[in-house]
């Protein structure tokens, strides 16, 4: 770190599937460390973790990372400055990278706390979203596949979303009765509204979980994307869906004309059903904040369950 020397170790809260640290040097200055070690995978294993061309497998590694952080810099989105990358093993025991740290709040803290403050920074995240959705591919799945020259596996995403999406409704209902009563409904509404989706032959940059924890805002002002490793070439509705789920009333800003409305209403169902699944898989683990998670997860299962009310 051009010298300075490791004065202290701080463990960032936040990261469920890599550790994020923020190193303190002699001289004051701070940096980020994300580890991909699986000791600091919170998230039980499961069969196809590893195989990158499921869109929707976990974002982990240095390589989704690397290219993740490529594409969105060259699309003029403010990501995390690279200081260092280690995938040798040198200084660590497994894939590392140091970044810029950003000490402010994230766009998820400035919206509670000043929401004039934050219609600049919420204005130019809309830039940047409108950046991403202007560059497009022919194939879909994750950054590091398709600008490797890859495929993924599936036909369209649409398929891809309502397989996911069957997958999360069985394993949420294993763990919650009112899903299993509803099951059957919710997977006839699932398959009524995949059928309902035209095809599509382009696709455009997401990040995927573009909530506003994942947004830090820069000294100057600027939104800073974070926690980019799942970044894909996708139907531009699966990231609004995100959008307005984690943002309610504040999303009007990053509104984009154009949207398929058939998609929107699958992948809300969709999206429904796996934070719902995904954080009772989460917490058949040892992840510390179990409040949270579980608020996530109850919170989620009344929204599916409305979505399908007779």
């Given at each position: ?46 069969e196809g ?77 809309g830039e ?26 599936g036909t ?155």
């Amino acid at each position: 770190m051009g010298g300075r020397r490791l004065e202290a170790v701080e463990r960032v809260a936040g990261g469920s599937k890599k550790g994020v640290y923020r190193l303190v040097m002699d001289d004051a200055t701070t940096a980020i460390a994300y580890l991909w070690d699986d000791a600091e995978n919170y998230w039980p294993g499961a069969e196809g973790d590893d195989d990158l061309t499921d869109p929707f497998s976990p974002g982990l590694g240095l390589d989704l990372f690397e290219a993740a952080h490529t594409r969105l810099d060259a699309l003029g989105v403010r990501v995390p400055a690279i200081r260092l990358l280690d995938r040798d093993g040198n200084h660590g025991p497994a894939d590392l990278v140091i970044v810029e740290d950003l000490p402010g709040e994230t766009l998820e803290q400035l919206l509670a706390l000043d929401p004039l403050t934050a219609a600049p920074v919420m204005a130019r995240l809309g830039e940047a979203l409108a950046a991403m959705r202007r560059h497009r591919a022919p194939t879909y799945g994750k950054v590091a596949v398709v600008d490797g020259g890859g495929t993924s596996r599936g036909t369209s995403c649409e398929e891809v979303v309502l397989a996911r999406a069957l997958r999360d409704l069985a394993e949420a209902a294993a763990r919650d009765p009112r899903i299993d009563a509803a099951r059957d409904r919710l997977e006839e509404r699932l398959l009524d509204l995949a059928a309902a989706v035209r095809p599509r032959a382009e696709y455009v940059v997401v990040h995927g979980e573009l909530g506003p924890d994942h947004v830090r805002v820069d000294a100057c002002g600027n939104p800073v994307v974070i926690d980019i490793e799942g970044t894909m070439y996708f139907d531009v509705e699966w990231e609004h869906v995100f959008l307005r789920i984690r943002l309610h009333d504040a999303y009007r800003p990053l509104t984009a004309d154009g949207l398929d409305q058939d998609r929107l209403a699958l992948y809300l169902l969709a999206q429904r059903l796996s934070l719902t699944a995904g954080p009772l898989r989460l917490l058949d683990g040892d992840f510390p904040d179990r409040a949270f998670m579980a608020g996530i997860a109850e919170c989620n299962l009344k929204q599916a369950l409305y979505l399908v009310r007779s």
